[in-house]
């Protein structure tokens, strides 16, 4: 049996039902070949869980912890206030707020406390995964390299729309 590699991000659902969201960040990290851990733990139905993860991070070998959660979405916050790894969240869309009360809470960090803040939603989830890659491509050659071609194929792609656009009018 081939051995996992060791997960350098960390991807921590505030419950199970952000899991829909969380998958196109889990999808996009795992097309960059980045080893990534997949938890659900929430701020304030398992406080001690959080700040166990946050604060064993460095030592299991995390570079980046990548925080979804909605409604007062505090996980992202609680989990950087335990490590000085950068911590990016990801407001997820639920509750009668639509995912802005969580957009509001996750930008919100006090000083001291930083949070990387992407959109609400899947664009965010996939943003987290991607701007994680950026933060590892510092110091990882290949990965930056993948991270060049992923957007030349994005640039290519939105050429080939135009050039069929441009035949239909």
């Known amino acids: 049996m081939a051995k ?11 419950s199970h039902s952000d899991l829909e969201t969380m998958r196109r960040c889990v999808e996009q990290l795992a097309s ?36 979804g959660a909605g409604m007062s979405a505090t996980l992202a916050g609680v989990l950087a ?9 990801v407001p997820v869309s639920s509750g009668p707020l639509a995912g802005v009360d969580a957009f509001v ?14 959109s609400i939603g899947a664009a965010g ?4 995964a991607l701007f994680a890659a950026e933060i590892l491509a510092i110091s990882d050659a290949k990965l930056a390299k993948k991270l060049v071609e992923f957007k030349k194929s994005q640039a290519q792609a939105v050429a080939q729309k135009d050039a069929e656009v441009r035949t239909m009018v």
């Open 125 to 128: 989830a996939t943003n987290a």
């Open 32 to 67: 960059f070949g980045i080893a990534h851990e997949v938890r659900v733990i929430s701020a304030h139905r398992s406080p001690d869980a959080s700040h166990e993860y946050a604060a064993s991070a460095v030592r299991r070998g995390l570079k980046v912890i990548i925080a």
């Open 105 to 118: 809470s996750t930008l919100q960090m006090p000083p001291g406390v930083p949070v990387g803040c992407m």
């Open 4 to 14: 996992k590699n060791k997960p350098v991000v960390g991807v921590v659902l505030g």
């Open 81 to 89: 206030s335990k490590t000085h790894l950068p911590v990016i969240g």
